[in-house]
Nanobody, 115 residues
Framework: QVQLVEFGGGLVQAGGSLRLSCAASGSVVSISTMGWYRQAPGKQRELVAAITSGGSTNYADSVKGRFTISRDNAKNTVYLQMNSLKPEDTDVYYC?????????WGQGTQVTASS
């Protein structure tokens, strides 16, 4: 059974940085695409960044140049380094892993960038 546990998040002033971590358990983790999504109240969950098992990355246009996704397959962990945070980055951030039988979500962590 695969489980995701998220760490990080919190409150930071605009322009600051935060790093999110997501630790996954399970034998299929190292071959799975993992990503970070975010969702504001009343809005659809949207992709922030994703990374394949081989290290290829994909970013939302709104975070390109500011956020970096990476993974450590030995630790089954994916990271999201968020720099130059803006108030509009304030959301609940969710880790996700694409498994053969579907997408699994983490519990979510709040990120708030105050102006």
């Amino acid at each position: 059974q695969v489980q995701l546990v998220e760490f990080g998040g919190g409150l930071v002033q605009a322009g600051g940085s935060l790093r999110l971590s997501c630790a996954a358990s399970g034998s299929v983790v190292s071959i799975s695409t993992m990503g970070w999504y975010r969702q504001a109240p009343g809005k659809q969950r949207e992709l922030v960044a994703a990374i394949t098992s081989g290290g290829s990355t994909n970013y939302a246009d709104s975070v390109k140049g500011r956020f970096t996704i990476s993974r450590d397959n030995a630790k089954n962990t994916v990271y999201l380094q968020m720099n130059s945070l803006k108030p509009e980055d304030t959301d609940v951030y969710y880790c996700a892993i694409d498994l053969p039988w579907g997408r699994l979500w983490g519990q979510g962590t709040q990120v708030t960038a105050s102006s």
